[in-house]
């Protein structure tokens, strides 16, 4: 038997496009009750070198951290997640949250965390507003991300958490966002199902939509996107795992059942990521 998933895979280089370094006031909402009962995680907040441990046994060589915020606040503040980054530069990236009830003030932290901070992105979890992605309140921020050349990250699809899922569907959503700010780099997270045809004519349509794989064990995604991934969609999907929820090991483990060629393979593990978030490497 390998001893880890890259032996196992043969990979190379792995970059995890969805992580937290989840905080206890993160790990203490009351929205995660059942991904704690799904998956069996602690509730606790894991250390930093357990998190690089976890990267470590799958290959991933850098973990893009999202800060978490909502309508209550902040629950992984942009500064925690900078905090972290700096501490492990060679690890790590940050991914920008904002308030969406302050407009401008969102465009000043996006500023912030881009130009000062270094972040590489930004994401909006829909369902945690209860705020389908073409409301009003985003719209500053796509100004925002377009004017500094960073993708919007988002949802789609069901929620975990017992929230409305409406808010991840893609059309008519994303597709009037898409519309809007031809500019604008979206990466989709969470695979989209169960509206994963909807998922792929936007990925068709719009040559600046991506699709990232986070929440799921590679074996378990949907036949049509492992098809996508295989062939002409093999430059739109990029891997994430959504830790700590999941770790990066377990949803790589059957990697070599989706029949991806070498191309399509690194491609999905780490130059998708690479190029649409601009990092070295």
């Known amino acids: 038997m390998p001893d880890s998933v890259t032996e196992a895979a043969d990979v190379v280089d792995v970059v995890d496009a969805w992580m937290q370094q989840p905080n206890d006031r993160f790990m203490r909402q009351p929205w995660l009750e059942t991904l704690v009962r799904?998956?069996?995680m602690d509730r606790h907040a894991p250390p930093v070198r357990d998190t690089i441990a976890a990267m470590d046994r799958a290959g991933v060589s850098c973990g893009l951290?999202?800060?978490?915020?909502?309508p209550?606040?902040?629950l992984i503040s942009n500064d925690e997640v900078a905090a972290v980054v700096a501490s492990h530069p060679d690890r790590f990236r940050g991914v920008a949250a904002v308030d969406l009830t302050d407009p401008m003030g969102a465009v000043r932290e996006i500023r912030r965390c881009v130009r000062e901070l270094g972040f590489v992105a930004v994401r909006v979890v829909p369902w945690l507003w209860n705020?389908?992605?073409?409301?009003?309140r985003y719209y500053p921020v796509y100004v925002a991300c377009a004017e500094l050349g960073v993708p919007f990250c988002t949802q789609i699809g069901h929620t975990g958490p017992l929230c409305p899922s409406e808010p991840g569907r893609p059309i008519p959503y994303l597709d009037e966002v898409l519309l809007d700010f031809p500019e604008l780099v979206v990466v989709g997270g969470h695979v989209g199902y169960p509206w994963i045809h909807e998922v792929l004519s936007l990925?068709?349509?719009?040559?600046?939509?991506?699709i990232d794989t986070s929440a799921y064990a590679v074996h378990r995604l949907p036949a049509e996107l492992v098809?996508?991934?295989r062939g002409r969609g093999r430059e739109r999907v990029l891997?994430?795992?959504n830790y700590p929820m999941i770790?990066?090991?377990?949803?790589l483990r059957r990697l070599d059942e989706l029949g991806l060629d070498d191309e399509a393979k690194g491609l999905f593990l780490s130059g998708n990521a690479r190029r649409v978030f601009a990092l070295s490497g």
């Open 38 to 40: 799904w998956t069996g």
């Open 131 to 136: 705020l389908p992605p073409n409301d009003r």
């Open 247 to 251: 770790t990066a090991a377990d949803c």
């Open 227 to 229: 098809e996508f991934l």
């Open 72 to 74: 209550t606040g902040p």
């Open 239 to 241: 891997f994430g795992s």
């Open 203 to 210: 990925a068709t349509k719009y040559p600046n939509f991506y």
């Open 65 to 70: 951290l999202s800060a978490w915020h909502g």
